[in-house]
Nanobody, 129 residues
């Protein structure tokens, strides 16, 4: 069965780089028309789409985070990774890796119009000194 699992540090200091990895089992990140996203839920706020990487390896990011973000992948390990630079306490959130097979423009993702088919359990990340 398909499983997505997030891993990485639970605590990051301001100005550092957050690095999270999603490990996928029971599915391949190169499966045709698959889109692999990071989303997050800050405390007291709704879900926010962070960015995605497609089955062919192209990445698209939230406009508000574009200057600080990079999503990459390692197909040999069936993993994809989020790097968020220069973090602040406003980056504190539960981070999820998720999958969909629909795709779309970045504004569709930013508006929450994408329904994800598979979810990881989420990982709490706190930015604090």
């Amino acid at each position: 069965q398909v499983r997505l699992q997030e891993s990485g540090p639970g605590l990051v200091k301001p100005s550092q780089t957050l690095s999270l990895t999603c490990t996928v089992s029971g599915d391949s990140i190169t499966t045709h028309s698959s889109y692999w996203s990071w989303i997050r839920r800050p405390p007291g706020k709704g879900l926010e789409w962070v960015g995605y990487i497609t089955w062919i390896g192209s990445s698209t990011y939230s406009s508000s985070l574009q200057s600080r973000i990079s999503i990459s992948r390692d197909t040999s390990k069936n993993q994809f990774t989020l790097q968020l630079m220069s973090v602040t306490p406003e980056d504190t959130a539960v981070y999820f890796c998720v999958r969909d097979s629909k795709g779309g423009y970045s504004w569709d993702y930013e508006a929450g119009r994408i329904e994800y088919e598979r979810w990881g359990q989420g990982i709490q990340v706190t930015v604090s000194s």
